[in-house]
């Protein structure tokens, strides 16, 4: 009876462990997703996407950057006509997008400030200061801003005053996810593209957690092989539609604007893909993979 016991007690033990390591590779609680086009649209080749949000009635609202040539704009969803437009000082590099009690927040990047419209004919009526190094992505769940500046940090403001009231720092296996960018509020999640991969990051915005990964490689590749964009043109760019539950993704300069199904993947994704994939880490200046594997 007792070797019985003892061999019963041996056997849950080394379950325990076998899963524990399993959660370890694969950080149970973390979806891992590709994506299926439903629908490409057309979007402006020139816009240098910072900011995108869905205003119902097929609209969206874009930002978009590069010293001489940023805006704030209105755009057809199906046409990608852009039907009304505010451009910006010279001097000035537009960055993420939010809508709020009926104002829209447009980040600037290096001067610490921002602009707020009003949506119906994009004329400026106010201006504000952010407490973060730079401008980078914009977002709202409709009571708080989510902002972000490049670095591993998600923070949250009060929309008046502009003010932090809280900041975290997200992590992913030990790595801090370095370089979050555009970001976007979906079902009690942040969603954040990563600079410069082809990678959204899910994040809790309690704890700043991830919840999960979405890999869009093959959008830049298919549009790189046709020869529409270079390499260099970043995803970057994401908007919600929580009426009919539709999500947009496009891209710095695409040509194309994608309505796309999220579905996770159904194999376990080989251990450190996501290092290699997803994450940069700073050095001497610049960022490099967090798989050292990967940087030969």
């Known amino acids: 009876m007792a070797s019985s016991a003892f061999l019963s007690v041996y056997l849950i033990i080394s379950v325990i462990v076998l899963l524990s390591n399993r959660c370890c590779a694969f950080q149970c609680g973390v979806s891992y997703d590709t994506i299926t086009v439903l629908n490409a649209f057309p979007h402006d080749p020139q816009a240098f996407t910072e900011g995108l949000l ?8 874009e930002s978009t950057g590069l010293y001489g040539e940023s805006s704030v704009r209105k755009v057809a969803l199906r046409t990608g006509k852009v039907e009304n437009i505010q451009k910006m000082d010279d001097s000035l590099f537009g960055e993420g997008l939010a809508l709020l009690n ?19 004919n994009l004329s400026q009526i106010g201006t504000f200061k952010y407490d973060m190094k730079e401008g980078w ?17 998600l923070y949250q403001f009060e929309p008046q005053p502009f003010k932090v009231v809280s900041k975290q720092v997200v992590y992913y296996k030990g790595h801090q996810v370095h370089n979050l960018n555009e970001l976007e509020y979906i079902n009690g999640e942040v969603w954040a593209n990563v600079l410069p991969t082809d990678c959204i990051v899910r994040i809790s915005p309690h704890d700043g957690r991830v919840l999960g990964w979405i890999l869009l490689q093959n959008l830049r590749k298919e549009l790189v092989e046709a020869g529409e964009i270079s390499d260099r043109d970043i995803l970057n760019g994401i908007a919600w539609d929580g009426e009919q539950n539709r999500i947009f993704v496009t ?4 040509p194309k604007l994608y309505e796309i199904k999220v579905s996770p993947i159904k194999k ?4 450190g893909i996501i290092e290699q ?6 050095l001497n200046g610049g960022f490099v ?6 940087r030969e």
């Open 251 to 254: 891209g710095k300069q695409w």
């Open 289 to 294: 993979l967090a798989d050292p594997a990967q």
């Open 102 to 120: 009926n104002r829209l927040f447009q980040l600037n990047w290096l001067q610490k400030d921002g602009f707020i419209y009003e949506p119906k």
């Open 54 to 61: 869905y205003h119902g009635n097929d609209t969206l609202f």
């Open 268 to 271: 376990p994704i080989e251990e």
């Open 277 to 282: 994939l997803c994450l940069y880490e700073p």
């Open 137 to 153: 992505g914009l977002a709202t769940d409709g009571k708080v801003l989510f902002g972000s500046d490049g670095s591993s940090t």
